[in-house]
């Protein structure tokens, strides 16, 4: 009893430790995966394991153990952002791989990287013959970015002298049954305003509804409901003053 109670403890601060260390190094460990950040991330991961379900060792080991490792990732992510030439070493550089559709093998070899992988990166952007590609540079996360010849990029309204169309980030107002009221005041909504909305289809209770979100271009409301029925899920919201 007493080891699992102490195992317990141990879980719970390894879970608690990790969160508060996450958030602290930021979003950049799984936004932009580089091979440090891998070793980075498997590494931390099993510093807290460690804590967890070591009991040979004391606790307080691990968790100083796990607090110098998240000090020196912030430390190292401080000097990236700091110094371009630390970044390099750290984090490398983007490489060019493809130039005016010729393969660069002197650094498909720096990079290890070969030409099946090469291919794969291709197909998955669409890309089926190396010739259209004007530029192909594998990024510092490993993937690879790709600018086309041209004469094979999409067309666009620009280059038909056709004016663009505005587009806008839709906001979610509803999820999961809850109100988002920040949301609602960010365009000059009301809770009231919304409540009429979904009264005027049929929609009395705010938990019927898992997902709505409104555009503030064309004014219109999208609401998903537990119980769908088809032509029901879209609310032309057009004429909100």
């Known amino acids: 009893m007493k080891i699992v109670l102490e195992i317990t403890l141990q879980t719970i601060l390894a879970f608690f430790s990790i969160l508060f260390y996450a958030r602290i190094i930021g979003k950049k460990q799984i936004a932009e995966l580089t091979f440090y950040d891998y070793i980075n991330g498997i590494t931390f991961g099993s510093v807290a394991a460690n804590m967890a379900s070591d009991i040979n060792q004391r606790t307080w080991q691990h968790f100083v153990g796990l607090s110098l490792f998240a000090a020196l990732t912030f430390l190292m992510q401080y000097i990236s952002l700091k110094n371009r030439t630390a970044q390099k070493v750290i984090d490398g550089e983007p490489v060019v791989l493809i130039h005016q559709g010729k393969i660069l093998e002197k650094n498909m070899a720096k990079t290890r990287f070969n030409l099946d992988d090469l291919l794969l990166e291709l197909r998955q952007k669409n890309v089926f013959n190396i010739k259209d590609v004007d530029y192909g540079i594998l990024e510092?996360?490993?993937?690879?970015?790709?600018?086309?010849?041209?004469?094979?990029?999409?067309?666009?309204?620009?280059?038909?002298?056709?004016?663009?169309?505005?587009?806008?980030?839709?906001?979610?107002?509803?999820?999961?049954?809850?109100?988002?009221?920040?949301?609602?005041?960010?365009?000059?909504?009301?809770?009231?305003?919304?409540?009429?909305?979904?009264?005027?289809?049929?929609?009395?209770?705010?938990?019927?509804?898992?997902?709505?979100?409104?555009?503030?271009?064309?004014g219109s409301l999208y609401f998903d409901l537990r119980d769908d029925n088809l032509g029901k899920d879209t609310v032309d919201l057009s004429d909100v003053e």
């Not at 999409?154 to 056709?162: A, F, G, R």
């Not at 000059?188 to 509804?209: A, F, M």
């Open 140 to 218: 510092i996360d490993g993937k690879l970015s790709v600018l086309l010849n041209a004469n094979k990029k999409p067309l666009t309204p620009e280059d038909l002298n056709l004016p663009g169309r505005t587009e806008s980030i839709v906001s979610e107002v509803i999820m999961d049954g809850q109100v988002i009221e920040a949301n609602l005041r960010q365009h000059g909504l009301s809770r009231e305003w919304l409540n009429n909305k979904l009264k005027e289809h049929q929609i009395n209770e705010l938990n019927d509804v898992v997902f709505a979100s409104y555009n503030p271009i064309d």
